[in-house]
């Protein structure tokens, strides 16, 4: 989970960059799109919505990330209390049982 997280951010990072340079672009330039081991013209306005959809997709698995992340921190302190109290009240009956035999 974490380094699925740690590959997003930077996937994000390099999408970032990507827009960027495309907004430093005008009409007049030339964009390219590295299919496979292949350079394929690609218009500017399609390069720029592909980029923003990347990000929108990216920023989504993120917060999907982070929420399950939570949920995960969640369930693991609720054991851990579950297993506190247990504890506790082991010691506690061993306590009485102990009590008994004196």
């Known amino acids: 989970l974490f380094r699925s997280r740690q590959k997003?951010?930077?996937?994000?990072?390099?999408?970032?960059?990507?827009?960027?340079?495309?907004?430093?672009l005008d009409d007049s330039?030339?964009?390219?799109?590295?299919?496979?081991?292949?350079?394929?013209k690609q218009d500017l306005d399609e390069a720029k919505s592909t980029v923003?959809?990347?990000l929108q997709y990216i920023n989504g698995e993120i917060k999907r990330h982070e929420n399950l992340m939570k949920d995960l921190e969640q369930k693991s302190e609720q054991h851990?209390?579950?297993?506190?109290?247990?504890q506790q009240e082991y010691q506690k009956a061993q306590g009485k049982g102990t009590d008994r035999k004196s």
């Open 8 to 24: 997003l951010e930077a996937q994000l990072t390099e999408n970032n960059i990507v827009k960027e340079e495309l907004a430093l």
């Open 29 to 40: 330039n030339t964009v390219f799109k590295l299919i496979g081991p292949a350079l394929v």
């Open 52 to 54: 923003n959809k990347r």
């Open 80 to 86: 851990r209390a579950s297993l506190t109290k247990m």
